[in-house]
């Protein structure tokens, strides 16, 4: 397991009642340690490549076959997921977040509850990822 990933998600406190979706799941490494920390709460992650979202999920099978975890194949700007809210939204290496942020920013907040936070986390190889954490708070992008 990557140590950058189980240092990003161990910041995020993840709750046994959060409700928590990750933007760009890769193979779902990351997913695996946030529905470890979930008893009452949901897990969806969305991720632009059919192969990613396969693969993630099969990873997370015993947790999508318990109703705790969804993999979706969709990017942030074609995402619908109806009345779904969440507390915590993460996106780990997610291009957009660099290259446009407030784009992205505008585009994950939609599904942010009025009190939920964005985590971010954007590095380039060889660079220190905790030095490139963001995070805000629901209140901070309206």
Known sequence: MSERIERFVESMNIQP???VLEIGCGHGL??????QRLKTGRFVAIDRSGKMVAAAAQRNKGY???GVARFLESTLEQLDLGDERFDKIFAMRVRLFHDQPELACELAQRWLTAH???YVQYDEPGQTPEANVTIWRAEQLT
């Open 17 to 19: 009642g959060d409700r």
């Open 30 to 35: 990351a997913a695996t340690l946030v529905c």
């Open 64 to 66: 999508v076959e318990a």
């Open 116 to 118: 939920g936070t964005l």
